[in-house]
C-alpha cells in the first residue's frame, strides 16, 4: 500500500427544484463530494452520478459513476455550484435551486494497493452519523476502488457524459490508458481535469482492517469545522444541521 494524496474531504447534497427541504432519498436532486488535496491549493468538484455513495456492505448497490465537475484554485469558484439561484423558464416563470446542504466532513487518502486504487475517507463531521448520512451511504468511514475511465472508449449503459464533455488529459496521461476503459487513479492528477470519469466500487466499512492506512481524524466542532474555513461555505445560505445532527433540512 503507498499513499499517492491526502487531504480533506466534502459532502453535500441539494434538495431537488422546487422543495424547500428534503425529506428523504426522493427529494435530493443532486450529492456532491469535494476532495482538498493537502499541500496542493485546488478544488474538485465531483457529481456523484447515482445520487449516494456505493455500499460498503453487502447490502445495496456496491458501484457508482460520477465525475469532476468543477476544478478551482479559489473556494469560491465552486459557489455557482454549491449556491442558491432563480433563474426564469418559460413555462414555468421564476424557479429556485435550493442551495447545496453540507452532510459530511472529514479526512481522505487515495492509495495505491496491488494492482489498483483506493479511495478511503473517515467522517470526523457529524459526530455521529444520522438519517443523512444514512440513506446517502456516508458512513462513519469507507474504502472505495476508484477508476478513471478513459474518455475515448464507449461507456457502460446509463452511465458517462456527453463526448463534448469528457475530459481532454494530456499526453503524458493519456499514454497510460494504452486502450483500456478503465485503469487506476495513479496518479491523482487525473482529477485535476473537469469531465474526468471516476467509477466507486464499495470496498470495505473498515479502512484499516483493509489497507492497514490509518487516518488521523481530528475532533471537530462549528468553530473549527474546515468545512468554513476552507470551503468558505456561508451559514445563513447553507443550512448546516445535516452537518451536525445528520437530519434532512
Same mark, same amino acid.
Given at each position: 500500500m503507498h499513499v499517492l494524496?491526502?487531504?480533506?474531504?466534502? #459532502?453535500f447534497y441539494r434538495p431537488r427544484v422546487g422543495k424547500e427541504t428534503a425529506r428523504g432519498f426522493a427529494d435530493v436532486q443532486r450529492l456532491y463530494m469535494v476532495l482538498s488535496p493537502r499541500g496542493n491549493k485546488s478544488y474538485r468538484l465531483i457529481i456523484i452520478g447515482e445520487?449516494?455513495?456505493p455500499a460498503v456492505t453487502r447490502e445495496g448497490d456496491r458501484i457508482s459513476w460520477? #465525475? %469532476? &465537475?468543477v476544478v478551482a484554485s479559489r473556494a469560491e469558484e465552486l459557489e455557482d455550484e454549491l449556491d442558491p439561484e432563480t433563474y426564469t423558464t418559460k413555462t414555468r416563470g421564476e424557479r429556485q435551486r435550493p442551495a447545496a446542504r453540507p452532510a459530511g466532513e472529514g479526512v481522505y487518502a487515495i492509495v495505491r494497493?496491488? &494492482?489498483h486504487t483506493h479511495l478511503a475517507y473517515a467522517l470526523e463531521l457529524p459526530p455521529k452519523p444520522g438519517e443523512v448520512q444514512r440513506v446517502l451511504n456516508i458512513g462513519e468511514e469507507g474504502s472505495y476502488i476508484i477508476s478513471v475511465k478513459n474518455p475515448d472508449?464507449? !461507456?457502460p449503459p446509463g452511465m458517462g457524459l456527453d463526448e463534448a464533455r469528457r475530459a481532454t488529459f494530456p499526453k503524458d496521461l493519456e499514454e497510460r490508458f494504452r486502450g483500456r476503459r478503465f485503469i487506476p487513479v495513479d496518479p491523482p492528477d487525473f482529477l485535476n481535469y473537469e469531465g474526468a470519469e471516476i467509477l466507486l466500487i464499495g470496498a !470495505?466499512? &473498515? %479502512?484499516y482492517e483493509e489497507l492497514g492506512l490509518r487516518l488521523n481524524r481530528q475532533r471537530e466542532t462549528e468553530a473549527t469545522a474546515e468545512i468554513f474555513r476552507d470551503l468558505r461555505i456561508e451559514k445563513s445560505l447553507h443550512p448546516i444541521t445535516p452537518l451536525f445532527k445528520g437530519t434532512w433540512a
Open positions: 494524496e491526502r487531504g480533506n474531504i466534502y #459532502f445520487k449516494r455513495l460520477g #465525475f %469532476v &465537475d494497493h496491488v &494492482d472508449t464507449p !461507456s !470495505s466499512q &473498515d %479502512v
